[in-house]
């Protein structure tokens, strides 16, 4: 069975830096999909960006970019240029080829004006 | 824009009453689903549903059912609740892409005394 680590239960930034969150996740499957999704206070979960396994390039997304190292199974998330409005839970997930999300135990990501 | 709306945002019951936590999608998806989100534990899937009249057990289907009548609503049913099902409850939904991202409703956050 698959598993998603997050090790970073909390992270803290000043805006305008740039930080980095960690993922790791186990599996024997040699294509599936990643996501991060940010979870905001009491707003709903939505995903910040995905990388499929498949491909080399890191995805990117505005602010937002991943360093995917597939041999070491590692799917970090970069935020750039940091905002009051990244502070946010996320939640590094793992699509299987079951079609089901494997979700990670989340880091709680604070931004300090 | 996809909209996945649950019928409730804070819920509060008694141990042993039956609990009915309803979600709607509006996006002709295929696929529903149910998760149980705790702090340290990330979400955790209960059931999840791949069709009208559909279902399959999750990570942690024990103490709960499901319901899909339609293709839009999927609801989760605690048959007699009990104080360790209080949670955040989240559902969400996405196409049969299965590589496709899932859109998650706001929570329900039910409280069991």
């Known amino acids: 069975a698959q598993t998603v680590t997050q090790s970073q239960p909390e992270m803290s930034v000043q805006e305008a830096e740039t930080v980095t969150l960690s993922c790791t996740y186990d599996?024997?499957?040699?294509?599936?999909?990643l996501f991060w999704y940010k979870q905001p206070p009491s707003r709903q979960m939505i995903l910040v960006i995905r990388?499929?396994?498949?491909?080399?390039q890191n995805a990117t997304e505005n602010r937002f970019s991943v360093n995917f190292q597939k041999a070491a199974k590692s799917f970090s998330l970069k935020i750039s240029d940091s905002q009051l409005g990244d502070a946010a839970m996320y939640f590094c997930?793992?699509?299987?080829?079951?079609?089901?999300?494997?979700f990670g135990q989340g880091t709680e990501l604070s931004v300090k004006p | 824009d996809v909209k996945v709306t649950q019928s409730s945002r804070y819920l509060v019951k008694r141990t042993g009453e039956k609990v009915f936590l309803e979600c709607v999608q509006d996006?002709?998806?295929?696929?529903m689903f149910w998760y149980r989100q705790d702090p340290g534990l990330g979400l955790r899937l209960i059931y999840f549903?791949?069709?009208?009249?559909?279902?399959e057990k999750g990570d942690i289907p024990e103490g709960y059912s499901v319901s899909r009548e339609k293709k839009e609503r999927f609801s989760l049913i605690l048959e007699s609740a009990s104080t360790n099902q209080t949670s955040m409850y989240l559902c969400?939904?996405?196409?049969?892409?299965?590589?496709?991202?899932?859109?998650f409703g706001p929570g329900t956050r039910l409280t069991v005394l």
């Open positions: 996006m002709d998806h295929e696929n």
């Open positions: 997930a793992y699509y299987n080829q079951g079609g089901k999300l494997i």
């Open positions: 599996t024997s499957e040699s294509d599936y999909y």
């Open positions: 549903s791949y069709d009208v009249k559909m279902k």
């Open positions: 969400a939904s996405r196409d049969s892409s299965y590589y496709n991202e899932q859109f």
């Open positions: 990388q499929e396994a498949y491909k080399q």
